[in-house]
């Protein structure tokens, strides 16, 4: 039964010194493809979907999927609900069975989004579900429909709302941003050790699409322990599908999704040193 709390698969994390991809997926063959990717390198996996995307993927048919997919996974498996904005969301994802909630508050001033934070965080508790938070505004947007400024997260600010919030992890703006970098990413490195040096909880690095390999490494040392991707793999499925097309039949391009899905979280996964994390002793598996 391997579905469990993100908090469990971050604390291995954190005691072991490596970093867990979160992947957004977006269908049933991303999901797939995610899974198949963990359990080929046995890795621990955060499986993945924001608010924003629910128009293209409803809730109610992709959320019970990523959970099915997740309890039958033979690596442990989180099912998390990245950027959520809105309580009514919050809750559906939490009774699907969603084990990790990500109440993005960024947006509001710093009392507000800790007011806020803890109300989600409370609703969380009652389903014993993980609960990840964001201070400083990463840059772009979830979905590309608006272009956010980078606001890198005042440590003063993060060490405040870390003892209030008591959240599980918190996801820092240090020159990352979602989607396509514009130009190479400058990362806030020095922030990023002054925060990890004053707060003790697991890091979260957003818009992990496009950051490079030693970035990654220095991020994962300075104690950043989850880094989601969305765009790569995204990206990776289009370019395969282009490439490949046209398919003989439907059944060929949904294997071909499943492999390049894999392909990106696999490498992302190598990256980030979560392979052959999952061995007989750890987390119950
Ligand atoms: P990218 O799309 O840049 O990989 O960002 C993903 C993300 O941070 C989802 O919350």
Known sequence: MPLVKMKEILTHAEENGYGVGAFSVANFEMVMGAVKAAEELRSPLILQIAEVRLKHSPLHIIGPAMVAAAKNASVPVAVHFDHGL???????????????????????????????????????REYGATVEAEIGQVGGSEDGSVDLEVLITSTEQAVKFAAETKVDALALAIGNAHG????????????????????????????????SEADFRTCISNGIRKINVATATFNRVVDAVNTQAPFKDYFSYHESVIAAAAENVKKHMEMFESVGRVKEEILNV
Do not use: C, Q, W
């Open 180 to 211: 396509v970098y514009k130009g190479e990413p400058n990362l806030r490195i020095d922030r990023l050790e002054e925060i990890n040096s004053l707060v003790d909880i697991p890091l979260v690095l957003h818009g992990g699409s496009g950051i």
């Open 86 to 124: 809105t309580e009514e969301r919050i809750r559906e994802a939490l009774k699907i069975g969603f084990s990790s909630i990500m109440y993005d508050g960024s947006h509001h001033p710093l009392d507000k989004n800790i007011s806020e934070t803890k109300k989600m965080a409370a609703i969380a």
